[in-house]
């Protein structure tokens, strides 16, 4: 069974960067952020194949957001700046075997392994 852990959220101001750290255990090619902001529904926020490189990204976070892999390491990252208030939320990341790139953020109830969550808080 998939483990993962999430690390690195926090308070900023607006326009401030913070990076998010995922630590996975055993290793998944496919892996991904969400987010959930209480009373809405999780959403898509980035995902990577790690069998090629591919990344994909919600119109949301486009040009702000960076997701990665380490080289040799079961750790996924999300690099955000430029943040904003509505980037407010609880941040997730998870795997999958099945679904990768964008069939992971548009399939999120089918995915199998989730992280316990960070919150961001971002403040105007």
């Known amino acids: 069974q998939v483990q993962l852990v999430e690390s690195g959220g926090g308070s900023v101001e607006s326009g401030g960067s913070l990076r998010l750290s995922c630590a996975a255990a055993p290793y998944i090619s496919c892996m991904g952020w969400f987010r959930e902001v209480q009373g809405n529904e999780r959403e898509g926020v980035a995902a990577?194949?790690?069998?090629?490189?591919?990344?994909v990204y919600a119109d949301a976070v486009k040009g702000r957001f960076t997701i990665s892999r380490a080289n040799g390491e079961n750790t996924l990252f999300l690099d955000m700046s430029n943040l904003r208030p509505d980037d407010t939320a609880m941040y997730y990341c998870a795997t999958s075997q099945h679904f990768c790139g964008w069939g992971m953020l548009k399939n999120r109830r089918l995915l199998d392994a989730w992280g316990q969550g960070t919150l961001v808080t971002v403040s105007s």
């Open positions: 990577i194949d790690d069998s090629d490189g591919e990344t």
